[in-house]
């Protein structure tokens, strides 16, 4: 994206904001727009996406509440959570229940030794967490804000972190995890797939999952779930070529015979100059 097209001579990464300014789109948009059909059910995703990303309705509300659980406790066993990040989200929209259904994506593990103990599980960070955090990580952990959702999260991690549920997945997908794993040895001759993380992973969370409950039950019986929000300051940094256009979206608000009204909506941290 952007980050080819910024002079960056800090030690510390800057922060620009393209979580504000990120705009919402469709995979395929010239076969959506040409679609009525597509366009309409695009328009109703875009709409539930921005309800999602500000907040605005309750987890059940935006997205198939069930498969949404599933994705994150797949998420606490295999720590694979670099898709989590704004950019990095997939949605599938169903016209059938008009609801939101995630879609795994760039999903790895950061660390070889990820922290496997209650303290990285993210319904644990939801209900203990104190320090003011950004609106991203804020998005990510306000799901848990939902009953609906958290219900049937916990009675996902603790199906899925059975042994018997490990094993049989295990096997079932056997011959498919062996097949993808050379294909990633291709480009990455130094990967190795670990088996026994999964295994690991499963086994702790069976031994802190009573722990979870009950700070989850104190935590909702004395109406201390709640987030401070950080509010970021953006780098007004040195730029070059045309990068500011990732912080500028322009639509067309109106139009006439000869003219055409535009939104300018501007993110970046100087002025606009026409």
């Known amino acids: 994206m952007a980050d080819s097209k910024i002079n960056i001579n800090y030690k510390k990464w800057p922060v620009f904001p393209y979580y504000p300014a990120a705009t919402i789109l469709p995979f395929g948009q010239s076969r959506t727009v040409e679609s009525d059909v597509l366009f309409k059910q695009f328009i109703s995703a875009q709409k539930l996406m921005n309800q999602y990303k500000y907040q605005q309705k309750k987890t059940h509300e935006i997205f198939d509440v069930d498969k949404m659980a599933k994705y994150y406790v797949m998420l606490e066993l295999t720590h694979a959570r670099h898709g989590m ?23 790895y593990t950061d660390h070889d030794d990820p922290d496997l103990s209650i303290n990285d599980n993210m319904a644990f960070k939801a209900f203990t967490h104190k320090e003011p955090m950004i609106l991203q990580e ?42 993808n794993d050379s294909l990633l040895l291709l480009e990455f001759p130094f990967y190795r797939y670990n088996e ?32 401070r929000l950080k509010y970021e300051v953006y780098n007004d940094t040195s730029i070059y070529e045309n990068t500011p256009e990732f912080f500028v979206n322009v639509y067309i608000d109106d139009r006439s015979a000869d003219s055409l009204k535009l939104d300018v909506q501007n993110y970046f941290t100087r002025d606009l100059v026409f």
Not at 85 to 107: S, T
Not at 148 to 165: I, M
Request: hydrophobic letters at 40%; aromatic letters at 18%; proline letters at 4%.
């Open 85 to 107: 990040v704004w950019h990095n989200q997939r949605m599938y929209y169903n016209p059938v229940i008009c609801k939101l259904e995630p879609i795994a994506f760039d999903g």
């Open 138 to 179: 804020h998005l990510i952990l306000n799901l848990f804000a939902d009953t609906v959702f958290l219900k049937r999260y916990l009675y996902y991690l603790e199906e899925y972190s059975k042994p018997e549920f490990i094993d049989e997945f295990l096997t079932s997908f056997e011959s498919e995890i062996k097949y």
């Open 196 to 227: 026994k993380l999964l295994v690991r992973s499963a086994e702790v969370i069976r031994g802190y999952l009573p722990e979870l409950k009950q700070i989850i039950v104190d935590s909702l019986r004395d109406g201390n779930f709640g987030f």
